[in-house]
């Protein structure tokens, strides 16, 4: 599939699905660099995240997909139309941190789920530590990423709960994470990643912080208030 149907693809799948359907909002576009290599890190919450993301996301990308999901030919097929390439998440997949090296080196937009699974109650999960060795091995910029809505799509589609919506952070720039390596390590870089993507959901009114590295969503801390009202009355 060439450059030029994937962007048609995006911009009709924002404006005559996600948008009308979903309610879909995008903040932060303009923050997305339109050329050169980039890594967005985002939340990982649904299977609906990487198309949704694709519609946001205002270039071109490829994504690392689990594994499981080029089991068939035809998954294949079209995995691979979508430029997405397998990792296999029961350890350190060094070939999947090359084939990102690789893409990120030709200039490409690489979209990375730092969690390495998705989080079934909302709040972000450990993060893996790979994302900070090819953060810090790459040289190319990362784009924090807070995706919301989308593990919902029943209530977004009646209006009856909170509506798709993807924010872009402030990028993170080879310096920064070239000053996070020399004081943490990798590990100390995929951390400090995974932060900036806690903050991006805060700062937009999705979650409370609770503890250190856990978050929740105040909807349903709102909705279990009101269950516990109820019960109490």
Same mark, same amino acid.
């Given at each position: 599939?060439?450059?030029?149907?994937?962007?048609?693809?995006? +911009?009709?799948?924002?404006? $005559? $699905?996600?948008?009308?359907?979903?309610?879909?909002? &995008?903040?932060?576009?303009?923050?997305?660099?339109?050329?050169?290599?980039?890594?967005?890190?985002? !939340?990982?919450? /649904?299977? %609906?995240?990487?198309?949704?993301?694709?519609?946001?996301?205002?270039?071109?990308?490829?994504?690392?997909?689990?594994?499981?999901?080029?089991?068939?030919?035809?998954? /294949?097929?079209?995995? #691979? =139309? @979508?430029?997405?390439?397998? &990792? !296999?998440?029961?350890?350190? *997949?060094?070939?999947? &941190?090359?084939?990102? $090296?690789? %893409? %990120?080196?030709?200039?490409?937009?690489?979209?990375?789920?730092? =969690?390495?699974?998705?989080?079934?109650?909302?709040? @972000? @999960?450990?993060?893996?530590?790979?994302?900070? %060795?090819?953060?810090?091995?790459?040289?190319?910029?990362?784009?924090?990423?807070?995706?919301?809505?989308?593990?919902?799509?029943?209530?977004? @589609?009646?209006?009856?709960? *909170?509506?798709?919506? &993807?924010?872009?952070?402030?990028?993170?720039?080879?310096?920064?994470?070239?000053?996070?390596?020399?004081?943490?390590?990798?590990?100390?870089?995929? /951390?400090?990643?995974?932060? /900036?993507?806690?903050?991006?959901?805060?700062?937009?009114? $999705? +979650?409370?912080?609770?503890?250190?590295?856990?978050?929740? *969503?105040? !909807?349903?801390?709102?909705?279990? !208030?009101?269950?516990?009202? #109820?019960?109490?009355?």
């Amino acid at each position: 599939m060439t450059d030029a149907v994937l962007a048609r693809i995006q +911009y009709y799948g924002n404006r $005559l $699905l996600a948008a009308p359907l979903f309610g879909f909002r &995008v903040k932060g576009a303009e923050r997305v660099p339109r050329r050169g290599g980039l890594i967005i890190v985002c !939340n990982h919450i /649904s299977e %609906l995240d990487p198309p949704i993301l694709g519609f946001a996301i205002p270039r071109n990308v490829a994504f690392m997909a689990k594994i499981e999901l080029f089991r068939s030919r035809m998954a /294949s097929f079209f995995m #691979n =139309e @979508l430029k997405a390439f397998p &990792v !296999n998440r029961s350890g350190t *997949d060094t070939g999947a &941190v090359r084939k990102t $090296l690789d %893409l %990120l080196k030709q200039g490409m937009a690489v979209v990375i789920f730092p =969690e390495g699974t998705r989080s079934r109650d909302g709040r @972000l @999960l450990p993060v893996k530590p790979g994302i900070g %060795l090819i953060a810090a091995a790459s040289g190319a910029p990362v784009m924090p990423t807070f995706i919301w809505g989308t593990d919902h799509p029943a209530d977004a @589609l009646l209006r009856r709960g *909170d509506r798709f919506s &993807v924010h872009f952070g402030e990028l993170i720039t080879a310096g920064k994470l070239r000053e996070m390596k020399r004081e943490n390590g990798t590990r100390g870089v995929a /951390s400090g990643i995974m932060s /900036s993507i806690e903050r991006l959901g805060i700062e937009a009114g $999705l +979650y409370t912080r609770h503890s250190v590295g856990t978050v929740t *969503d105040t !909807n349903h801390d709102r909705n279990r !208030n009101k269950e516990r009202t #109820n019960s109490d009355g």
